[in-house]
């Protein structure tokens, strides 16, 4: 059984950074995405960053380009995502995925067969 469990989030001033990390358990795909999604209240869930498991491959939505970093420990078994220059538009609370198809697009949410919990991520200005 595939268990996603995030941890990291916290609140920070603005220009403060966090790194968020996603236990996963029962996971060994390759040749998938896994990903960071994020969800502010009332807005829809978007695509952050994700990495192709298999070529170790990275993508990230423009928003957060050059401040977020998204790796992958395989030894830990184990998602990061360093973030940096934390804005309050950042504010939200941060999910991980895992099993997206790469028939759709990264961001694709609906692609994702797993999902954490979430961890909430408050940036204050």
């Known amino acids: 059984q595939v268990q996603l469990v995030e941890s990291g989030g916290a609140s920070v001033q603005a220009g403060g950074s966090l790194r968020l990390s996603c236990a996963a358990s029962?996971?060994?795909?390759?040749?998938?995405?896994m990903g960071w999604f994020r969800q502010a209240p009332g807005k829809e869930r978007e695509g952050v960053a994700a990495i192709y498991t298999g070529a170790r491959s990275t993508y990230y939505a423009d928003s957060v380009k050059g401040r977020f970093t998204i790796s992958q420990d395989n030894a830990k078994n184990t998602l990061l995502l360093q973030m940096n220059s934390l804005k309050p538009e950042d504010t939200a609370m941060y999910y991980c995925a895992a099993g997206g198809s790469l028939r759709r697009s990264w961001s694709s949410h609906e692609s994702y067969n797993y999902w954490g919990q979430g961890t909430q991520v408050t940036v204050s200005s």
């Open positions: 029962g996971y060994t795909y390759t040749h998938t995405f």
